[in-house]
């Protein structure tokens, strides 16, 4: 029922069908069966099916598994949702195949493709099913899993009805691209017209790129996987038609709430700004109408609660934040009984939602900046592009940017980006490296591959950022002839969509330059990330040389020389690495504040082992300030954080990096010790602030 509420309606049709798998493998002279491969009219279903050729003299029964009739197939998975462990449970009955029986002798009966639709799994959460249709499975590009038996092995000489017989069935199981060798075990029993197989197989998730799933505050499920297949197959008369396959639409009644005074307008401030047209989480979650809202009311609860969205985390720990997107507790316990209640709707469900609070404050369009669209490939999943943006100078005389806005094109695609400052005299640099490959600008993995002097990143974003905008009379300031560079990080699953995202600047008039500007300041302080393997983990890459020598090899000498350089700068209790003997890593490391002035905005960075983040001004003493405390990290949101109050820091402060790992949150191929560099397998504890200097 949950999923089908979700699915839209022009899916239904082909999704409540299955695909009735064909034997591909029968060798005509084994079986004097025919193979038909018959395309079944009934409702699009249009895969081959199995035919017993009337002719033959060996006696065979055709049993076939269809949707609904009594099937069923499950995953089996450990999960820890919203901090609690359990096991869960996802199910499907929308399973179809074939199974000859051969009479005479059993032990030659076959098992066709068995065909899944993982579409309609099914588990206690339409969210997660929602989750796992969207990210790991991918669903709509891949619908069916496949199992095509290569080898049985103890079926019996004869058949006695209702006995339960010991089998394996070894075989290739497809899930999406990936096709693996998977024996399944259990049992298979002929009683009247039905064949029953319950049979089960313990698979890696990793190894079909389906998983481990790690969402940070919301899931984490173990990388194994048990699937249970627990298959009826009913006897087909050869001369009769294809069964009719299609399946009814259960309607979901919509029942009585309190939703227009009490949900409604939690929802309209707090998540309709991000969740309608264009805002970054629409593609994922639409929230255009109350009828969206109501079919997911149990999701919006686990949500909620579990903290995940409104995606704000900053804890209470740290300075006051601008933009705290995060829920009250009344707010959430609204939303709560409200699911609880049964998510019922007192307006009609086509009502539309209205974003009540811009959450996103706008800036002026001075200049759209849009560069030439580029393509990538599916080559690499995982491509960092360099592109060149020219600014508009009229009067010759550069720019002060007073606010800043990326606006991502393909945002199914664009996952982050930051824009370097690159003065006129790299111009010829850039020709030299932009377009060389044939597409626009260049890889650049790491920074902006620039090796000119005067780049420095001015501006980064990330999903859900916010336009920056500065201060009166605090700007970003372009010389005549800067161009800027973007480094955006592409992630490809199965398209690569031409891309031109564009960078929107809000510049100072001429009565502002005249007044007097101020240069704002955003400084970077690098600090460790040194996470050795565990004493239960071994292997070459467990040796921090081993693991420096083949960053030198992919980065060039000098990556390998970063983490050295970083850990040698640290004062403070920064040498507590070797002591670490658990799956979670911490480096703590002051500095020297690198400027003076007020403070603008906060930052912290981690790659996807990062587990939580603090940063606190003046450690251990009585001016203590927490800038930052983000008790729970999640790689997904990792913005700039504008403190409330005007907070001044000095050179003469010492500020505290702190940065938490936990080695279970993403899966190494292979045990690693992991230390400081670009690649995701690689970790950061890269901080910025962001400095207004005085007047
Ligand atoms: C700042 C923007 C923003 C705000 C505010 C926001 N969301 Fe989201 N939301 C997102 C993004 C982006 C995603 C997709 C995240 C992803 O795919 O990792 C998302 C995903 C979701 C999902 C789907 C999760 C999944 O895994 O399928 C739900 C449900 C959701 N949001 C509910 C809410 C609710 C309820 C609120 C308000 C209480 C809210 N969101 C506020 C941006 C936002």
């Known amino acids: 029922m949950t999923v089908l509420r979700r699915l839209d309606l022009g899916r239904l049709t082909l999704l409540a069908l299955v695909l009735v798998g064909t034997v591909a493998m029968v060798t005509k002279d084994r079986w004097d069966w025919l193979l038909g491969s018959d395309e079944a009219e009934t409702r699009g279903v249009d895969a081959p099916t199995l035919e017993i050729d009337e002719d033959t003299d060996r006696e065979a029964w055709l049993f076939r598994v269809a949707p609904d009739n009594g099937s069923e197939v499950r995953y089996v998975v450990t999960e820890r949702l919203a901090g609690s462990e359990k096991s869960t449970v996802g199910r499907t009955t929308v399973v179809g195949g074939d199974i000859l029986v051969d009479v ?43 199992f095509v038996t290569r080898e049985m092995a103890g079926l019996p000489g004869t058949l006695t009805e209702g006995d339960a017989v010991d089998v394996s069935l070894t075989g290739d199981l497809t899930v999406k691209e990936t096709t693996q060798t998977v024996t399944f075990t259990g049992t298979v029993s002929l009683a009247g017209d039905a064949v029953t197989a319950n049979v089960a197989a313990t698979i890696l998730g990793s190894d079909f790129g389906v998983g481990p799933i790690n969402i940070a505050r919301l899931a984490h499920t173990d990388d194994e996987i048990r699937l249970e297949f627990d298959l009826v197959a009913r006897r087909v008369d050869a001369s009769s038609a294809v069964d009719d396959l ?13 939703f227009a005074e009490h949900v ?28 969206d809202v109501a079919v997911i009311a149990d999701d919006i609860a686990l949500v909620t609660g579990a903290g995940y969205m409104p995606p704000w985390l900053p804890s209470d720990m740290g300075v006051d934040l601008h933009n705290d997107w995060s829920l009250s507790d009344e707010e959430l316990s609204t939303l709560a009984t ?23 404050e706008p800036i002026d369009r001075d200049q759209v900046l849009v560069p030439d669209a580029y393509t990538g490939s599916l ?51 850039v020709d030299s490296m932009n377009g060389a490959d044939g597409e626009p600008g260049w890889t650049c993995f790491g920074l902006s591959g620039l090796r000119s002097d005067g780049v420095y990143s001015i501006a980064g974003w990330t999903p859900g950022q916010s336009p920056g905008i500065y201060p009166d009379g605090v700007g970003i300031h372009l010389e005549p002839g800067d161009l800027l560079v973007n480094q955006i990080h592409y992630h490809y699953d ?53 693991v420096l020598r083949e960053i030198g090899l992919k980065y060039g000498a000098e990556a390998a020389l970063i983490p050295a350089f970083i850990n040698s700068q640290c004062t403070g209790p920064n040498d507590q690495y070797g002591e670490l003997d658990g799956t979670v890593g911490y480096s703590s490391c002051d500095l020297d504040a690198s400027d003076e002035g007020t403070i603008f905005s906060v930052l912290g960075h981690m790659h ?11 450690p251990d003493t009585s001016d203590e300030l927490v ?19 005007d907070i001044r820091i000095e050179r003469t402060d010492t500020v505290r990096f702190e940065c938490w790992w936990d080695r279970t949150l993403a899966h190494m191929e292979e045990p690693r010790y992991i230390t400081w560099n670009e690649g995701t397998i690689d970790e950061m504890c890269f901080s910025s602030i962001a400095v207004i200097p005085d007047p």
């Open 627 to 645: 800038l930052l405390d983000i008790p729970t990290w999640s790689f997904e949101w990792q913005l700039d954080y504008q403190p409330i109050d």
């Open 104 to 146: 005479e002798d059993p032990t030659r009966s076959m098992v066709g493709e068995i065909v899944v639709n993982v579409e309609m799994f099914d588990s206690d959460s339409g969210l997660r099913d929602k989750r796992l249709r969207h990210d790991f499975l991918e669903s709509t590009h891949w619908p069916f899993a496949h």
């Open 264 to 291: 409604q307008p939690i929802l309209e401030q707090r998540c309709v700004s991000c969740h309608t047209s264009d805002g970054p989480g629409w593609s994922t979650l639409a929230m255009d109408s109350a009828g």
């Open 379 to 429: 080559d690499q999943p995982d491509d960092y592009r360099c592109l060149v943006y020219e600014v508009d100078d009229p009067e010759g005389d550069g720019n002060w940017i007073t606010g800043f806005a990326f606006e991502p094109d393909q945002t199914a695609v664009v996952h982050h980006a930051i824009v370097y400052r690159v003065p006129a005299a790299a111009r010829a640099e």
């Open 338 to 360: 409200w699911a609880a209640d049964g998510g019922g709707l007192d307006v009609s469900p086509d009502t539309p939602l209205v974003a009540r609070t811009q959450l996103i």
């Open 608 to 618: 996807e082992f990062g587990a939580a983040y603090r940063m606190t001004l003046n």
């Open 246 to 258: 299609s399946r009814e639409v259960p309607v979901t009644e919509v029942a009585g709430g309190a």
């Open 494 to 546: 199965h398209e690569t969509p031409a891309d031109a995202s564009a960078i929107v600047l809000q510049t100072a008039t001429t009565a502002e330059v005249a007044a007097g500007m101020r240069s704002i300041q955003r400084d970077t302080y690098l600090t460790p990330a040194e996470i050795p393997c565990t004493p239960d983990e071994d292997g070459p890459s467990c040796r921090r040389d081993e």
